[in-house]
């Protein structure tokens, strides 16, 4: 009988800011994020013996909702509980045992990681949804010439916030002096483009190809097109450092259930889309959230993915995300787990079936349903 996801107590977002200070306490803070107020009250993850899967409810955790309804974490011998909760919550519960697992941003972890969070990357879920985009009445054409402008985010401290610092960085900026940044919600970024309040904007699925069909934006970058992005997994399997090491043979069986449902996901994303709308895991239509992961490559791996966390640890070092005494090596042999019957020679043996009208959507197709609907941006991916 399937239990009925729940839903924990969430936490405020910290405050926003408009503008990033020279010193970067702010951006730090806003990464890490605070704890988890006394008040909720959750026992320990496992203690009913289920495994506790948080999930947000967004387009690309399909392969949570798929390993859940189509026996993935059965077929593991797991008895599995979903808990819908917020990102803040999410990323603390994990660190504190409150949930066991889910997949999330590796931008979204690295640093807290650092900092003392106490959660272990395992696989590669699916790469690709951060974009760098410029107005196009901005006359910016290219990476370097967002310097001195404004670049919009809908959250400091946000992945395609962190997406930006590095693309800066790495074209010789420093992100926190060199640019103005400037907080709007990802639903006005539009119409501040068109008023002149800003130049540019970093933003994922499904604001950026939104923002592109409507000839307000180019791209500068694109996550899952350019390189040595394109080859980085944006979203992992993260388990709760407690869970992992309590249990390491659950641990596994947990990561293998969630490879094998973005495997899934990948053969058939339009019936991964359908049974998570009709079952409510996901809100909006099933054309808005196969528009949301049409532009994402599910493609779990192992040694992949943990070769990428190297590089993305390496380049929030030279942002100046990281702390100068920090080892961006270090960083991530601390934050990678590897585990028994986790390996690309496993997945590489899944075999998937393919469902009857269950292959991609014409993205198109589904683009042009929403903009004819006038459906406006909003963060079902990434969190804006």
């Known amino acids: 009988m399937k239990t009925k996801p729940r839903t924990i107590c969430s936490l405020p977002w910290l405050p926003r800011v408009n503008e990033l200070p020279a010193a970067r306490l702010f951006l730090v803070l806003a990464i890490v994020g605070v704890l988890l107020p006394s008040g909720c009250k959750n026992g320990n993850a496992s203690s009913s013996g289920k495994v506790r899967i948080a999930y947000i409810g967004l387009s690309c955790e399909a392969p949570i909702f798929v390993a859940y309804e189509y026996g993935f ?11 819908k909760t917020d990102w803040d919550s999410m990323k603390d519960g994990l660190g504190l045992g409150r949930f066991d697992a889910t997949h999330t941003l590796v931008a979204y972890v690295l640093k807290p ?16 949804c951060l974009r760098v985009q410029a107005g196009v009445k901005s006359g910016i054409k290219s990476v370097e010439d967002l310097r001195g402008k404004r670049i919009a985010t809908s959250n400091m401290g ?18 926190a002096t060199d ?6 919600p990802a639903d006005a970024q539009m119409l501040a483009l068109d008023n002149g309040q800003i130049d540019a904007v970093c933003d994922s699925e499904l604001i950026g190809t939104l923002m592109l069909n409507s000839g ?105 995300l990281l702390n100068a005494s920090t080892d961006p090596a270090e960083l991530v ?44 941006c909003c963060d079902r991916c990434c969190g804006g």
Not at 115 to 125: C, N
Request: with cysteine; proline share 5%.
């Open 216 to 320: 307000k934006v180019r791209t500068l970058v694109e996550e899952a097109k350019d390189p040595p992005y394109n080859d980085e997994y944006c979203c992992v399997v993260s388990l709760s450092g407690k869970f992992a090491a309590r249990d390491p043979a659950a641990a596994a069986k947990v990561t293998r259930a969630l490879l094998k449902g973005a495997a899934w996901v990948h053969v058939n994303p339009t019936a991964a889309i359908k049974m998570s709308v009709e079952k409510q895991y996901m809100g909006s239509t099933v054309e808005f959230n196969s528009a949301a992961i049409s532009k994402l490559s599910y493609d779990p791996a192992v040694d992949r993915c943990r070769a990428g966390l190297d590089e993305q640890a390496k380049d929030l070092k030279r942002a100046g």
């Open 73 to 83: 974490f059965k077929e593991e011998g797991l008895d599995v509980e979903l808990v």
């Open 158 to 175: 946000s992945p395609p916030f962190i997406f930006t610092n590095r693309v800066l960085a790495a074209h010789g900026m420093d992100p």
């Open 113 to 128: 990681i650092e900092q003392g969070l106490d959660v272990k990357l395992t696989g590669g879920i699916h790469k690709g």
């Open 333 to 376: 042999k601390r934050a990678w787990l590897p585990l028994d019957g986790v390996t690309d020679a496993w997945i590489r043996s899944l075999k998937i079936e393919k469902v009857a009208g269950g292959g991609p959507m014409d993205a198109n197709a589904a683009f042009a349903t929403l903009i004819a609907h006038k459906s406006s």
């Open 179 to 184: 640019v103005k940044w400037v907080v709007f």
